[in-house]
């Protein structure tokens, strides 16, 4: 594992909800199963469209009283405003918080479901910016093939089953209904999961989002990368059938990609 480090995250914000009826408000609406979500612990959710797309994905805790909602800073209002759409008669508050965000790899903190190894986030005083540079914890998840926000999770394009959502709570196939659940479910029962999100390795620098193409056809989509030592890395959702071939040559822009699968997204849909 990477040494202890500690990431301010600026481009994350917090909605807070609470009330009598919160936890049935959301339980209803988002993927994962908030009514058996641990107490100090960040569970991944999402709210999809009816066609079972990402709207928006979130990180969900509970908090005193109520639930903390992690998103988009930048997708945070529109966001608050969807949710109010939705509350109609139900007893319960919605709005922002002013609160850092932080993710860290050694404690104190509540524990990210995401991860294999032990990941915390940290919400503290707005004042707190303190931490690493994010491009760093941006590389940190693409390693383990974690997406986060609104550049890797575009609205209403990736399905929840792609971005692996069900390795790590983010959805139940036991709860009742919720928006976009008839499709979540069927895209699952019967095998129609046709991309994975995948973390890609490149010997030179990429301009992302970018086309992935394998032999003139296209394969994929270069999400977002950032340099590194071995020339830049980044995170993808790529066809099936060419993640599984050994004989495809994938790029992007003309330039050579390596896709890599981390233990956590094996195997990979369909194996």
Same mark, same amino acid.
């Given at each position: ?123 503290? +005083? ?67 999961? *046709? ?8 010997? +030179? ?11 003139? *056809? ?22 099936? +059938? ?30």
């Amino acid at each position: 594992m990477d040494e202890p480090s500690l990431f301010f995250l600026p481009e994350r914000g917090l909605i807070s909800i609470h009330g009598p009826e919160a936890e049935d408000f959301l339980h209803d609406l988002v993927t994962a199963d908030i009514r058996n979500l641990p107490e100090k612990v960040v569970r991944p959710s999402a709210l999809l469209t009816p066609q079972g797309r990402i709207l928006y994905d979130m990180l969900i805790s509970r908090d005193e009283d109520g639930f903390l909602l992690e998103c988009d800073l930048a997708g945070r209002e529109d966001l608050l405003r969807r949710l109010k759409l939705f509350r109609l008669r139900r007893k319960l508050d919605l709005e922002t918080v002013d609160l850092s965000v932080h993710a860290c790899t050694s404690g104190p903190g509540l524990p990210d479901e995401r991860f294999a190894e032990t990941v915390y986030r940290r919400y503290g +005083e707005s004042e707190d910016k303190t931490g690493g540079d994010n491009e760093d914890w941006k590389k940190f998840r693409w390693r383990r093939g974690v997406p986060e926000g609104g550049k890797e999770l575009p609205s209403g394009q990736a399905l929840p089953l792609e971005a692996r959502f069900d390795l790590s709570h983010g959805i139940s196939f036991e709860k009742g209904c919720y928006i976009g659940q008839e499709v979540t479910a069927r895209t699952r029962y019967r095998g129609l999961v *046709k991309r994975s999100y995948v973390p890609v390795r490149a010997g +030179e620098m990429i301009a992302a989002p970018s086309d992935i193409e394998a032999d003139g *056809k296209q394969a994929g989509l270069l999400l977002d990368s950032a340099p590194d030592e071995k020339g830049s890395i980044g995170l993808a959702s790529i066809r099936l +059938e060419y993640l599984k071939s050994d004989s495809a040559t994938l790029s992007a822009g003309g330039i050579p990609l390596l896709p890599f699968v981390p233990d956590r997204l094996s195997p990979l849909p369909g194996d």
